[in-house]
């Protein structure tokens, strides 16, 4: 089975600042990999996703990960946060033959001005 | 993307009583999945909603307590049966297209506040 640790509940971070989300998983077999960012009182938008090739991943917003895999690890940065950031921030993976998501326990993201 | 539409968005319920959340999709897709996210934490899967058979349901879940129908490739629904002030979760309906696609696209969530 899958799992999915990020290592920071929360982030605060002040606008124009850059801002990196820890996530490291675990698995027995290939996985891939991805971010999902929720704003207040919506569902989740993916940001971006490694499947394989390029370890770095450019994503959305300006978003982008470091797959390392001797670490077991897909950090997400941003070199300058805006206000609009302020969000939660999940990690999660997927067996690279299944289909289920399995999902880190989430970042909250707080920008101050 | 095919786009996904749940209702309804929230809802105060007395406890005792059961919650049907439905989820349309604007076009067919092959796996729907029902996750649940309690207040302040991350999201656990409910079931794989199965089109034509019943659904699979994780460990921690069962079809008594959140039966799910998915009568078509475009639909499904969850209920929460008998509910409980722990109950009170956000539900998520979320998709993937399939083919080989391992993008999963999500709803918006209904928020359940059980009293």
């Known amino acids: 089975a899958q799992s999915v640790t990020q290592l920071d509940s929360q982030v605060p971070v002040f606008e124009e600042a850059p801002v990196e989300l820890r996530c490291n998983y675990s698995?027995?077999?290939?996985?891939?990999l991805f971010w999902y960012v929720q704003y207040p009182n919506q569902g989740l938008q993916l940001l971006l996703k490694?499947?394989?090739?390029?370890?770095l991943v450019k994503g959305i917003n300006g978003f982008e990960a470091e797959f390392n895999k001797s670490q077991t690890s897909f950090h997400l940065r941003k070199p300058s946060v805006h206000i609009s950031d302020t969000a939660e921030y999940f990690c999660?993976?997927?067996?690279?033959?299944?289909?289920?998501?399995?999902f880190g326990g989430g970042t909250r993201v707080l920008v101050k001005p | 993307s095919a786009v996904i539409s749940q209702k309804p968005s929230r809802d105060i319920c007395q406890r005792g009583t059961s919650l049907t959340i439905q989820c349309q999709v604007d076009?067919?897709?092959?796996?729907m999945f029902w996750y649940r996210q309690q207040p302040g934490q991350s999201l656990t899967l409910i079931a794989t909603?199965?089109?034509?058979?019943?659904?699979?349901?994780e460990s921690g879940f069962v079809i008594d307590k959140f039966p799910i129908s998915r009568p078509n490739l475009t639909f499904s629904t969850l209920t929460v049966s008998n509910m409980s002030p722990e109950d009170s979760s956000i539900y998520l309906c979320?998709?993937?297209?399939?083919?080989?696609?391992?993008?999963?696209?999500f709803g918006q969530g209904t928020r359940l506040t059980v009293v």
């Open positions: 490694y499947l394989s090739g390029s370890t």
């Open positions: 698995s027995s077999v290939s996985v891939y």
């Open positions: 076009s067919q897709v092959t796996m």
């Open positions: 979320s998709h993937t297209r399939g083919g080989g696609s391992t993008e999963a696209f």
């Open positions: 999660a993976v997927i067996k690279a033959a299944g289909n289920k998501l399995t």
């Open positions: 909603a199965n089109q034509g058979s019943e659904a699979t349901y």
